[in-house]
Nanobody, 115 residues
Framework: QVQLVESGGGLVQTGGSLRLSCAAS????????MGWYRQAPGKQRELVAS???????NYVDSVKGRFTVSRDNAKNTVYLEMNSLKPEDTAVYYC?????????WGQGTQVTVSA
């Protein structure tokens, strides 16, 4: 069973930065893709950034130029570097991994950006 554990969330002021980490229990090479999603109160979960096994990345328009998704294969960890944070980035951030037709999810980490 794949396990994903997020860390790095917290409270930050507008304009600040955070780096989220997602540590996988197995090799991230086994995943077709990994992604970061977020869900704000009263809103649907949305894809923030994704990274395929081939290294392609994709971002939602609202975070382009501010967020960067990357991976460390040796550590089986995927990161989300978040800069120039805005109050509208406040949400629970989830790590997800696709393995074939199956998806695995982390427990989520709260990111709160104060005005």
């Amino acid at each position: 069973q794949v396990q994903l554990v997020e860390s790095g969330g917290g409270l930050v002021q507008t304009g600040g930065s955070l780096r989220l980490s997602c540590a996988a229990s197995g090799s991230i090479f086994s995943f077709n893709a990994m992604g970061w999603y977020r869900q704000a109160p009263g809103k649907q979960r949305e894809l923030v950034a994704s990274l395929t096994s081939g290294g392609s990345t994709n971002y939602v328009d609202s975070v382009k130029g501010r967020f960067t998704v990357s991976r460390d294969n040796a550590k089986n960890t995927v990161y989300l570097e978040m800069n120039s944070l805005k109050p509208e980035d406040t949400a629970v951030y989830y790590c997800a991994a696709q393995q074939g037709i199956r998806w695995f999810w982390g427990q989520g980490t709260q990111v709160t950006v104060s005005a």
